[in-house]
């Protein structure tokens, strides 16, 4: 028997022997987007964990949107997942045929983002503090004119860290300029599009904010073609502590997030989902300040120390 499966290359059929035995064992995630590192280290820890316990873990992207995503999901539904961890997309058009999910048993965690009332249990990052946390450093260097890299919207870029950002400059006593509100996807074309559009304005920023790693490629690459130097004639600070932020010159300071723990956690409340357990959590990690050589007190802020310095 053993020399005939090893002629015919038998594999097991893993989702048919979970059917029979009344449980899936494949699980889904969807990321918002597979360009992410993010996403790739949450999706390698996840897949260890649930390898451990006996499930086969399917991956889709839903590049940030509510209708790509009820694509996903309908998808994911056909090969019988047992449970989805979800970076919910922006947007309500999957909303209802989540709900139908639950209906039908499919567990669902969220993770990254929780959309406002949402029923179901999350992990994310403490985006508020965060965001606090990278304000008050830039503004505690001397920076008034701060531009981040998204600007809020209900709809189209409804996620906590550009919501935050108007509250945690108004409480360091500053405002955001009109004229660098864009609202925009968290994207590295669309970073390098809009720090280009923001350092070409009569009174540019002296300091910005990438919501994410890959909106901080974007920001670097606009930066250097210009012939800026970071941080002499700008600063530059980003969400994700990703390797390439370590190896450029000058290396960039980041708000770093446990992405491993945060991919255990939800991995940890599926899991107990599946294992009949009611669970409602919302479980939210801090962030990390890691100040490296990408920020420093703006020109105009150097020059006037200096010039109190002589006097």
Avoid at 6 to 19: K, S, V
Avoid at 267 to 285: C, D, I, K, N, Y
């Amino acid at each position: 028997m053993q020399q005939a499966i090893e002629q015919l290359h038998y594999e097991p059929d893993l989702r048919a022997g979970g059917l029979r035995a009344g449980q899936s064992s494949i699980i889904g995630l969807i990321v918002g987007s597979i360009l992410e590192p993010f996403f790739a280290q949450f999706a390698r820890t996840a897949t260890r964990v649930l390898a451990d316990s006996g499930y086969t873990l399917i991956i889709s992207e839903n590049e940030y949107s509510a209708a790509r995503e009820l694509e996903e999901l309908r998808r994911l539904y056909g090969l019988r997942v047992a449970g989805i961890m979800l970076r919910p997309g922006y947007g309500a058009e999957s909303r209802d045929y989540l709900t139908r999910l639950t209906g039908r048993g499919v567990g669902i965690v969220e993770y990254d983002y929780a959309p406002p009332h949402s029923p179901y249990s999350s992990v994310t990052l403490d985006n508020p503090r965060a965001m606090y946390s990278a304000v008050e450093y830039l503004h505690g260097l001397g920076h008034r004119r701060i531009a981040a890299l998204g600007t809020y919207h209900p709809v189209i870029h409804p996620e906590e860290r550009s919501r935050t950002f108007p509250e945690a400059m108004n409480a360091c006593g500053l405002r955001v300029y009109p004229e660098y509100q864009r609202v925009t996807l968290l994207t590295e074309d669309t970073a390098y599009s809009l720090t280009h559009e923001l350092l070409g304005l009569p009174q540019p920023p002296t300091a910005l904010i990438a919501l994410a790693g890959t909106q901080a490629i974007g920001a670097y690459r606009a930066i250097r073609e210009r012939g800026l130097q970071i941080p002499g004639d700008l600063s530059l600070l980003t969400f994700d502590d990703y390797p390439w932020t370590a190896l450029v010159e000058p290396p960039i300071t980041v708000m770093d997030q446990p992405v491993e723990e945060m991919a255990r956690a939800t991995t940890a409340l599926m899991l107990a989902h599946l294992e009949g357990q009611p669970v409602s959590e919302h479980r939210m990690f801090p962030s990390r300040l890691i100040v490296r050589g990408s920020t420093a007190p703006p020109a105009a802020a150097l020059a006037a120390a200096h010039g109190r310095a002589a006097g």
